[in-house]
T-cell receptor, first 113, second 112 residues
């Protein structure tokens, strides 16, 4: 079974803090994704990575950066957290192209005060 | 206009009813069509996958794609309270590279 784990289930941070969200997958998948999920807006892609050290911006990259130093690990960084970044953050991984199943972690619910 | 439109619901039906969930999409180049199910406080999981047009059946679930009208459907027969979840449609292929384009998700509630 593919397993995608995320470092925290719940996080509370203050405005202006730097926030790190980590994601690890154990199935040697090439692709990894970071989404945020907000009510009524569905999943919005922040960044994805198709290989180590490679990254592509998604639909809403502003205020975020990512790091993929190892194949199994994909980190999302909020450089200076703001209240409008309060959301559910979901990490996913997949084997190859668009047709491949994306496997999701359980999500991190981030509250920025 | 969003590339994939999906009514967020909630949709509430009695146990045993047939449920119909739908999405429309705008890009005729899309070739892959998926339904993911997301239980509360969990990540989404793939439920059904269809390539191009046609129907696919798996137990009580049927996925249907009509590319001529750009319409995606998921039918659930004999619905159970355990089917209560948010159902997200997703599509991709063509020029979308690795990205899936997601609907907003429909929250489904099956009342015992």
């Amino acid at each position: 079974d593919v397993k995608v784990t995320q470092s925290s289930r719940y996080l509370v941070k203050r405005t202006g803090e730097k926030v790190f969200l980590e994601c690890v997958q154990d199935m040697d998948h090439e692709n990894m994704f970071w989404y945020r999920q907000d009510p009524g807006l569905g999943l919005r892609l922040i960044y994805f990575s198709y290989d180590v050290k490679m990254k592509e911006k998604g639909d809403i990259p502003e205020g975020y950066s990512v790091s993929r130093e190892k194949k199994e690990r994909f980190s999302l960084i909020l450089e200076s957290a703001s209240t409008n970044q309060t959301s559910m953050y979901l990490c996913a991984s997949s084997l190859g192209g668009t047709q491949e199943t994306q496997y999701f972690g359980p999500g991190t619910r981030l509250l920025v005060l | 206009q969003k590339e994939v439109e999906q009514d967020p619901g909630p949709l509430s039906v009695p146990e045993g009813a047939i449920v119909s969930l739908n999405c429309t999409y705008s890009n005729s180049a899309f070739q892959y069509f998926m339904w993911y199910r997301q239980y509360s406080r969990k990540g989404p999981e793939l439920l059904m996958y269809t390539y191009s047009s046609g129907n696919k059946e798996d137990g009580r679930f049927t996925a249907q794609v009509d590319k001529s009208s750009k319409y995606i459907s998921l039918f659930i027969r004999d619905s159970q309270p355990s089917d209560s979840a948010t159902y997200l449609c997703a599509t991709g292929g063509g020029d979308s590279n690795y990205q899936l384009i997601w609907g907003a998700g429909t929250k489904l509630i099956i009342k015992p």
